[in-house]
T-cell receptor, first 113, second 115 residues
Framework: DTEVTQTPKHLVMGMTNKKSLKCEQH?????MYWYKQKAKKPPELMFV???????INESVPSRFSPECPNSSLLNLHLHALQPEDSALYLC????????????FGPGTRLTVT | AQSVTQLGSHVSVSEGALVLLRCNYS??????LFWYVQYPNQGLQLLLK??????LVKGINGFEAEFKKSETSFHLTKPSAHMSDAAEYFC?????????????FGTGTKLQVIP
């Protein structure tokens, strides 16, 4: 199984809502990543978890809150977002301890109204 | 610090023609280089990667890339374009840090294949 799954596929939320994005992989990968991708732009790294510990936070606003409950699951909790946060949110995972490629999920298309 | 420059945000080729997508990198440490492809409304898929060893790297779907240290380049090629190759292509560079990868992506090249 070389698949990273993400739910939901699409999400529309108001600026006062609280919602969560979910990412799951069963490849035994111990590094997991959240990226934000705006239209016609490359993915921008937001967070990296390594062995379920937050290793990188790329100065992401606190309205984005990541969580890694176990080695297979990665969540991104959203609260009080702004319209400019509308984007494709990609999750990825990779093996650790060497140079391994990242496997990407299909993404969640988020629209903030 | 590391960075990637992709020359040409849009490239158009005729079906059956050579595909050449350009990528130049800068890195303060030996780089690990990747090419990813993204189809509309999908995530990224790895085409190929260079870590060490042979400088000519073969990937999926008939793509290959050559690492040229003297030119700091990692251009992607395919001898004969197919309609299904139309997509966005990202070159990426990554050092290895603490067991995970902090990947820096180029700005992307949109490949159009003309029938």
């Amino acid at each position: 199984d070389t698949e990273v799954t993400q739910t939901p596929k699409h999400l529309v939320m108001g600026m006062t809502n609280k919602k969560s994005l979910k990412c799951e992989q069963h490849m035994g990968h111990r590094a997991m990543y959240w990226y934000k991708q705006k239209a016609k732009k490359p993915p921008e790294l937001m967070f990296v978890y390594s062995y379920e510990k937050l290793s990188i936070n790329e100065s992401v606003p606190s309205r984005f809150s990541p969580e890694c409950p176990n080695s297979s699951l990665l969540n991104l909790h959203l609260h009080a977002l702004q319209p400019e946060d509308s984007a494709l949110y990609l999750c990825a995972s990779s093996l650790t301890g060497g140079v391994y490629e990242q496997y990407f999920g299909p993404g969640t298309r988020l629209t903030v109204t | 610090a590391q960075s990637v420059t992709q020359l040409g945000s849009h490239v158009s080729v005729s079906e059956g023609a050579l595909v050449l997508l350009r990528c130049n990198y800068s890195s303060s440490v030996p780089p690990y280089l990747f090419w990813y492809v993204q189809y509309p409304n999908q995530g990224l898929q790895l085409l190929l990667k260079y870590t060490t060893g042979a400088t000519l790297v073969k990937g999926i779907n008939g793509f290959e890339a050559e690492f040229k240290k003297s030119e700091t380049s990692f251009h992607l090629t395919k001898p004969s374009a197919h309609m299904s190759d139309a997509a966005e292509y990202f070159c990426a560079v990554s050092p290895l840090s603490g067991g995970y990868q902090k990947v820096t992506f180029g700005t992307g090249t949109k490949l159009q294949v003309i029938p």
